[in-house]
């Protein structure tokens, strides 16, 4: 009787016990997957629209960033809202006119009186400092007010109004050359003018944003700077100035659809530029994300 008691306890499963167990873990796992798949989905999608979002964020404040500090009449549009162009400003102040009546090197917009010294001309008050700092190769710009009239930094050809400094010793600033001064009667049409408030701005290089969608969600969003100044505004990415630019950078991904707009408030010294960006793939897990933002432009030279 012990023995046959021995041999039942030592047994193992049998083989319909174990294909029972596997069918009820087979139940209990689906329907596991199916209370928990949807929120964990649901979850993936969530963070992916979440990222989405935080890189449109971040690309239109940088652009946004970026129109605040553009010098005055200086934003211009292109390529059918596909490009968007500005000169960046990095700090400005008062140049020393007749009217002060102070020691120091005016800034010379006339030979009447000659002036000692017609490449350099000093700030009034304190020199900006740090980041703002003035340095050789940035470029000193008085009046600018765009095309109409014609005084318009881009363009030296016509009314230049854009010097290059050569050196900075203190308060005094020397340019390459003066681009403000007139000559002679004949020349004044072709000269830039002075400044009601004498206020110059300093611009440290153009800025371009390119916008280059792709429907399927793998279009880019580009920022270029460090390029030569062009007159005309460039439109082509593959192309010099913009393809040879001392930075570029990649500023979204997935970019479905974009475009940049520009309009000129009516009356006021003030303009917005308009920022439609949609990153994404249209039926994907995470969907699209369509981010517009407007900043106001300063035009005011």
Excluded: W
Excluded at 215 to 233: E, K
């Amino acid at each position: 009787m012990s023995h046959l008691f021995s041999r039942r306890s030592q047994r193992g499963f049998t083989l319909v016990e174990l294909v029972v167990v596997i069918v009820i873990i087979g139940i209990v796992s689906g329907m596991v997957a199916v209370f928990i798949g949807v929120p964990v989905r649901s979850y993936m999608d969530t963070a992916a629209r979440v990222e989405l979002a935080d890189i449109a964020d971040t690309a239109t404040r940088r652009i946004a960033r970026d129109v605040r500090l553009a010098l005055p009449n200086s934003v211009r549009v292109g390529g059918n809202g596909a490009y968007l162009e500005l000169l960046l400003t990095k700090t400005g102040g008062r140049y020393l006119s007749l009217d002060d009546n102070a020691p120091g090197n005016i800034l010379a917009f006339d030979t009447d009186p000659a002036p000692a010294n017609s490449t350099v001309f000093t700030v009034v008050g304190a020199m900006p400092a740090g980041v703002q700092t003035i340095v050789p190769g940035d470029f000193i710009v008085v009046n600018n007010l765009g095309n109409d009239p014609p005084v318009n930094a881009y363009d030296c050809s016509v009314k230049c109004n854009r010097g290059t400094v050569a050196a900075v010793n203190g308060n005094d600033i020397t340019l390459a050359a003066n681009p403000f001064l007139v000559v002679n009667a004949a020349d004044a049409a072709m000269r830039a003018m002075p400044s009601l408030g004498s206020r110059f701005q300093v611009v440290t290089t153009p800025v371009s944003y390119f916008c280059a969608p792709n429907a399927n969600g793998g279009g880019t969003l580009q920022r270029f700077s460090g390029y030569t100044i062009q007159a005309d505004q460039p439109v082509a990415a593959g192309s010099a100035p913009l393809s040879n630019a001392p930075v570029q950078a990649a500023l979204a991904g997935q970019v479905a659809a974009c475009s940049f707009t520009f309009t000129t408030l009516p009356n006021v010294q003030r303009g917005l530029v308009g920022i439609n960006l949609l990153l994404g793939t249209a039926g994907s897990g995470g969907g699209q994300i369509s981010l517009v933002q407007q900043a106001q432009v300063n035009n005011t030279p």
